[in-house]
């Protein structure tokens, strides 16, 4: 008889113009169920929630075909009062989905897919339960009483999973103090061959005009983008400089306007959200990426994925000392640490400029370290192996 296994997740795993660890699960899981590997005696669904009403959802050839997709929850508008709430409520409703089938294994993840995990695991409809632990969602939510909500439905999803696997060692000490049976730290990876044709044209580059780099999420509370532009601000009066902002998002039209304010307008471009796939074009001919994370935000027990696809380019980044940033900078050395200052960031971005040519010398052996540690295939194989897949074979 075949075995089940389900992904389980939220709506914002897919968003238009972001790419998520979910996806990367999703792409690893399909190309394995394909191979001659343990996926093979398996069936997979993915149970995602429906999105808000008016949301940039785009689910166009999203899906691997090797999934039944189903959906959960009922739609909330996108400025309806009390919406992180009632989409938690509404996740209850996919507890029909869990009453037809049951699951040898779930992979959940989000707030809503980790709920419904939990239900499904409470009524003897799942397995092994693995929650895939990416952010540590109390530290988003500014209202008191939502803020607590939500962690006491963060701890129910903990400590009902059988495993946390969570993308950094701060994430999974407070994991640990909520309860959860087994941590594993499984860090975010990238696509690594997607950047080729860049990594090749970075090798030849030049330092003329100074190209930087932010590729994610615009929040400034977070990514220091507000930091970031006083810093290019103050660096085009020494150094001929240019900025290349991708992502898009609430923020971009508050960053458009400072931007105007702050007079730097001819070297500053906004390119706004785009596919993936099209950020290697984007990466071609950057001199440095930035990663300011903000100490105190959800930056500090996040993995950031712009890192990784940064080095996979060839790129040396400029990253605050959070813990993250800390070890890949330890282990490469291939960029620059700053403190969240505009006078430390002008003095790391005319450092690395001193520096670019010894930097970049290591850019090979920096991506043959991506590759083997950070691959998307080499963190899926890890977090398999430390669950259900153990040298014995599949656990029963």
């Known amino acids: 008889m075949r075995k089940r296994l389900a992904v389980i997740t939220g709506s914002g795993a897919f968003k238009k113009g972001h790419f998520s660890r979910v996806q990367a699960l999703l792409d690893y899981l399909s190309r394995t169920a394909q191979q001659d590997s343990w996926l093979k005696e398996y069936d997979m669904t993915l149970l995602v929630e429906r999105p808000n009403e008016g949301s940039e959802w785009d689910f166009d050839d999203t899906f691997p075909a090797e999934f039944d997709v189903q959906y959960f929850g009922v739609s909330v508008g996108e400025n309806a ?18 009453i037809r089938e049951t699951y040898d294994v779930s992979i959940s993840s989000m707030m809503q897919g980790g709920l419904l995990a939990a239900i499904g695991r409470q009524i003897g409809r799942i397995g092994i339960s693995i929650y895939d632990d990416m952010d540590y969602y109390p530290n988003f939510i500014q209202k008191h009483h939502v803020r607590r909500v939500v962690g006491q439905v963060e701890k129910i999803i903990i400590r009902s999973a059988d495993y946390v696997s969570s993308v950094s060692n701060q994430l999974g000490q407070i994991r640990k103090k909520q309860g959860a049976r087994n941590v594993i730290v499984v860090p975010n990876g990238a696509n690594v061959q997607m950047f080729d044709e860049a990594y090749e044209a970075n090798k030849k580059k030049e330092i003329d005009t100074l190209v930087l780099l932010y590729s994610g999420s615009l929040d400034p ?78 930056a500090d027990e996040a993995d950031p994925i712009k890192i990784k696809e940064y080095l996979a380019a060839g790129i040396p980044f400029i990253g605050t000392d959070i813990p993250n940033s800390r070890q890949i900078y330890n282990d490469t050395r291939f960029g620059v640490l700053c403190q969240p200052s505009v006078s430390s960031v002008v003095e790391a971005i005319l450092t690395l400029s001193r520096r670019y040519e010894v930097l970049v010398q290591s850019a090979e052996k920096t991506r043959s370290y991506m590759e083997e540690r950070y691959s998307w295939d080499a963190v ?9 897949n153990k040298k014995t074979g599949i656990r029963k």
């Open 81 to 98: 009062r009390g919406k992180t709430l009632l989409k938690g409520a509404s996740t209850i409703s996919g507890i029909k989905s869990m």
């Open 221 to 298: 509370s977070i990514w220091g983008l507000d930091i970031i532009l006083q810093a290019v601000k103050e660096v085009s009066g020494v150094k001929e400089v240019t900025l290349r902002v991708v992502g898009g998002g609430p923020f971009m039209s508050r960053l458009e306007n400072y931007a105007k304010k702050l007079d730097i307008c001819d070297s500053v471009e906004f390119i706004g959200a785009v596919d993936h796939s099209e950020l290697p074009r984007y990466f071609q001919g950057a001199h440095a990426g930035f990663a300011i994370g903000i100490p105190g935000s959800p």
């Open 380 to 388: 899926f194989d890890y977090l398999f192996a430390s669950t259900i």
